[in-house]
C-alpha cells in the first residue's frame, strides 16, 4: 500500500515534527499526537458512516 500525499501536504507535516535536538531528526511526542489525532479523526468518520448504514 502506497499512500499518496501531496508534496506541499509533506513539506508542512515535516516542519510540524522536525526537530535540531533529536538524533533523528523528529520530534517523537509531536509525531505521535499527530499520529494520534489523524487516528481520532478517523475514529469519528467511521463512527459516522456506520451509523448511516
Known amino acids: 500500500m502506497e499512500i499518496e ?3 506541499e501536504d509533506y513539506a508542512r507535516i515535516e516542519k510540524l515534527i522536525a526537530s535540531d535536538d ?3 531528526g523528529i520530534d517523537a511526542k509531536k509525531t505521535h ?3 494520534l ?3 481520532l479523526a478517523i475514529e469519528k468518520r ?3 458512516l456506520e451509523r448511516r448504514s
Open 5 to 7: 500525499i501531496s508534496s
Open 22 to 24: 533529536s538524533p533523528v
Open 33 to 35: 499526537v499527530l499520529i
Open 37 to 39: 489525532h489523524t487516528l
Open 46 to 48: 467511521l463512527a459516522r
